[in-house]
């Protein structure tokens, strides 16, 4: 026969009765809230902190980059003005003081000897001496000895100098052409050879060229 447990006392326990399943889903899924909400939070302060440690790293990072020990390069602009920059000119004084320097000194003119005014009578010794030149050809000596002598025209020997002096100052006269033509007239009136020609034109009693220019007309003449 079989006994029932009916009559067997059961022990009695404090366990709690399980609640259905869907509250108990319910406070897990906010114990959970709680966490992930909490870590959030946390994440929050802990960037927070982050965020301004690092915002004050970036300040000093700043704050060194500003001092004014840094050299920044140039912008195009400023480096294009520096390019272009026209160079200074020296000093004026400077310029002016080579310029002195280098100058080279003024040439000196000589100026030809003012022509003495002639008297009336030594103007009247030049036109004698000129128409003796134009007939025949006469040393400067001769020239003068005709213009003085006292069978020639009778001027004073320093009026004829005078005269004789200002004809050849004028360029009026070349006196080894005046030899040449003294030596031809003899040679067309006699034969004469080369020494006899000079000596008859450097002659004291004769035309009294100088030796040079008696020698020069006897080269000229072919003697």
């Known amino acids: 026969m079989t006994q029932h447990n009916d009559d067997i006392p059961t022990a009695q326990w404090d366990q709690p009765t399980a609640p259905d399943g869907p509250p108990e889903s319910k406070k897990g899924w906010s114990r959970r809230r709680k966490i992930v909400v909490g870590g959030v939070a946390a994440f929050v302060i802990v960037g927070g902190i982050g965020a301004a440690a690092g915002g004050g790293s970036d300040t000093e990072t700043a704050d060194v980059n500003a001092s004014p020990t840094s050299v920044s390069a140039p912008t195009p ?6 390019d272009t920059a026209v160079p200074e000119a ?30 009336s009578s030594q103007r009247n010794a ?18 003068i000895g005709q213009l003085s ?40 009136m006699m034969g ?7 000596q008859q034109l450097t002659s004291d009693a004769g035309d009294q060229f100088t030796v040079e220019q008696a020698t020069y007309a006897a080269d000229q003449l072919g003697v």
Not at 126 to 143: C, F, I, N, P
Not at 167 to 173: A, F, K, N, P, S
Request: glycine content about 8%; charged content about 20%; aromatic content about 4%.
């Open 77 to 82: 602009v400023e480096q294009a003005v520096a």
């Open 149 to 188: 002598s006292d069978a020639g025209d009778g001027f004073s020997v320093e009026d004829a100098t005078v005269a004789v002096n200002h004809i050849e100052q004028q360029g009026d006269v070349d006196w080894n052409a005046e030899a040449v033509e003294a030596g031809q007239a003899y040679l067309d």
């Open 126 to 143: 030049v036109r004698a001496g000129e128409t003796y030149l134009d007939m025949m050809g006469m040393s400067k000596q001769g020239l």
């Open 90 to 119: 020296p000093a004026t004084a400077t310029q002016v003081a080579d310029t002195t320097t280098k100058q080279a000194p003024a040439p000196v003119t000589e100026q030809a000897p003012a022509t003495p005014s002639l008297t």
């Open 192 to 198: 004469m050879s080369r020494s006899g020609l000079i």
